[in-house]
């Protein structure tokens, strides 16, 4: 997986990543180019599926639910830290997770090296 973590980074607002070349490079898949774990959001092009994820990766996809088809997040922003519990925590379908299986376990772990 190709990492870009010293390309320079520009924000349109303090928790929207985007690469200062607008044009992203082709093996790049994702907006966000660091190693870091990112929330991201996903339109299946196949279905027309939409969802979030506080889960995702540089140029990691996601499983449609409905079409099983790889789907690319096409915004990604920072996790935001709060002093207020999480709304809703839902379960991250490690199955679905491009890097959860690479890692062979859930990409969100506290114990996860990866980006460290």
Not at 54 to 79: G, I, L, M
Not at 86 to 97: A, D, G, T, V, Y
Request: hydrophobic share 20%.
């Amino acid at each position: 997986m190709a990492c870009y973590a010293k390309e320079k980074m520009t924000t349109t607002s303090p928790s929207v990543l985007l690469p200062m070349d607008l044009k992203m490079k082709t093996e790049n898949k994702t907006p966000y180019q660091g190693n870091r774990r990112t929330c991201g959001y996903f339109q299946c092009k196949k279905c027309n599926k939409h969802w979030f994820s506080a889960n995702t990766w540089a140029n990691c996809s996601q499983k449609c639910k409905s079409c099983n088809s790889d789907v690319y997040p096409y915004k990604q922003v920072r996790h935001q830290k709060s002093d207020e519990p999480p709304k809703e925590i839902r379960p991250h379908p490690q199955e679905m997770c491009q890097k959860c299986r690479q890692l062979g376990y859930f990409c969100g772990s506290r114990f996860n090296s990866y980006g460290k």
